[in-house]
């Protein structure tokens, strides 16, 4: 049973006098199929002052979250649960996503009429093992079917994150929209400009991994499909129209086997999870490039402005855009693999914290070129032996330190400079990462200084 379903069974024995706790969405559904649960949604008839007061002396911990949804979290050592009151929701115009409108309801078939797919309306009694199911959801999981409740513009009308929501499960659970379902997504696509930005990115960035999400079901390029039912309902152009201007803007055949948008796909497709935002947007710089001039030299800056404004806008963490921005910033150094070892030590020793990454964007830009695995790059070569050989990344990594420099006689400035002259010199050269040749070098430099006051 686990943890969980150990902790989940336990409260639902402490509701038992007063109502029965259903789980219900995600876990039932992972409980159907077989594989873990990400998170534990958990219902009932009581209101959240209820359910305050039925759990005061237990273990378990109750903070509201929001009293008029009738929404709380449940929570002890090990075990958390999101808890709603069954309730019938009314939304204004424009699926904004919060309802104007809430009633608590005793009555189990409506909660269940107001969530979106027949998937996620399984309620699951953790005490007996029944399953209620309104809507055949059971037999849509076990046929791989997402469908809506009831009438699918309904659904989609009063939420337009349910559009992305419908994205996201067909991508993480290799699940398949019914067709209406999906045309009517289609139809009320452009209700997610109505939702906030935090929450449209948080969909995103869980479609943007779907293929981790449940390794057990073997969806191994979910990410890929989510990234086409993106395209399909029209999404790419409301919320990436960097990269829909990419469509059919053609590439030099000499290097290229893709238009500039197919080509940016496949990248982010083969690419690791790690750098998929990188991937995708690293060249939207090229129609604006080739529009002005022509060409596309110089598109990697012009594409690192468009995805500091683009991934801000989208509500992308300040650091992490910064991240993503530099990455495809220096996405083609080295293209051509001749770079001398000297100068691309350097440059990976100042942009060590990014260099895993880098390789990784680069490898899955090479794959995108060609379509075919580019093998081992002369930048991933030379990054995997400056890891093994020691190369100080950075001057904190040297043998020697701002003790030493000051009793050679620097001070001041001349400390930090001394020392950032001897660490891009070891980056270079080894024997000068070993203390004493080290300090030799810094007496050398010191002998050179000139007498103070002459």
Not at 193 to 217: H, M, Q, S, W
Not at 419 to 432: G, I, K, M, Q
Request: charged share 30%; with cysteine; proline share 4%.
């Amino acid at each position: 049973m686990g943890v969980e379903g150990a902790a989940l069974k336990e409260l639902a024995a402490l509701f038992a006098p007063r109502a029965t706790l259903y789980a219900v969405g995600g876990y039932s559904r992972a409980r159907i199929l077989g594989v873990a649960p990400h998170d534990i949604d958990v219902c009932s008839k009581l209101t959240v002052d209820e359910v305050r007061k039925l759990l005061s002396t237990t273990r378990f911990d109750v903070s509201a979250k929001s009293m008029r949804l009738g929404t709380a979290r449940i929570y002890t050592d090990g075990f958390s649960a999101e808890y709603t009151t069954f309730r019938t929701d009314s939304y204004p115009e424009g699926g904004a996503h919060r309802p104007s409108e809430v009633t608590f309801t005793e009555d189990m078939r409506a909660d269940a009429l107001r969530r979106d797919f027949t998937a996620n309306a399984v309620y699951f009694d953790p005490l007996t093992e029944d399953v209620v199911d309104f809507f055949d959801g059971v037999g849509d999981i076990g046929r791989g079917v997402l469908r809506a409740v009831r009438d699918p513009d309904e659904v989609f009308a009063d939420d337009g994150l349910r559009v992305l929501r419908l994205v996201r499960f067909a991508a993480e659970l290799g699940f398949e929209p019914e067709k209406a379902t999906f045309d009517a997504a289609r139809r009320n696509a452009a209700l997610v400009g109505d939702i906030v930005k935090e929450r449209i990115f948080a969909e995103l960035e869980r479609i943007f991994v779907a293929d981790t999400a449940y390794p057990a079901l073997g969806s191994a390029d979910g990410h890929t499909r989510g990234l086409g039912l993106l395209d399909d309902l029209g999404l790419i152009d409301m919320l990436l129209p960097e990269l829909a201007a990419l469509r059919g803007l053609a590439q030099p055949k000499k290097h290229h086997v893709y238009d500039a948008f197919t080509h940016s796909c496949v990248a982010y497709s083969v690419s690791a999870p790690e750098v998929r935002w990188a991937a995708l947007l690293h060249d939207v710089g090229k129609r604006p490039v080739h529009d002005a001039q022509g060409n596309m030299h110089g598109h990697e800056l012009v594409s690192e402005t468009l995805v500091r404004a683009r991934l801000a806008a989208l509500g992308m963490p300040p650091k992490r855009v910064a991240r993503t921005a530099e990455l495809v910033r220096w996405h083609m150094v080295d293209l051509a693999g001749d770079m001398s070892e000297g100068k691309l030590r350097l440059f990976l020793a100042r942009h060590a914290d990014i260099a895993d990454d880098l390789v990784r964007l680069k490898r899955a830009d090479a794959f995108a070129t060609k379509g075919v695995d580019p093998g081992v790059l002369h930048i991933e070569q030379v990054w995997e032996m400056m890891k093994e050989d020691g190369t100080p990344l950075s001057v904190t990594d040297l043998s020697v330190g701002g003790d030493d420099a000051t009793a050679l006689g620097f001070s001041g400035r001349e400390i930090g400079d001394a020392l950032a002259a001897l660490w891009r010199e070891a980056v270079l050269n080894p024997v000068l990462r070993e203390r004493e040749k080290a300090l030799a070098f810094l007496e050398r430099r010191a002998a050179k200084r000139p007498e103070k006051g002459t």
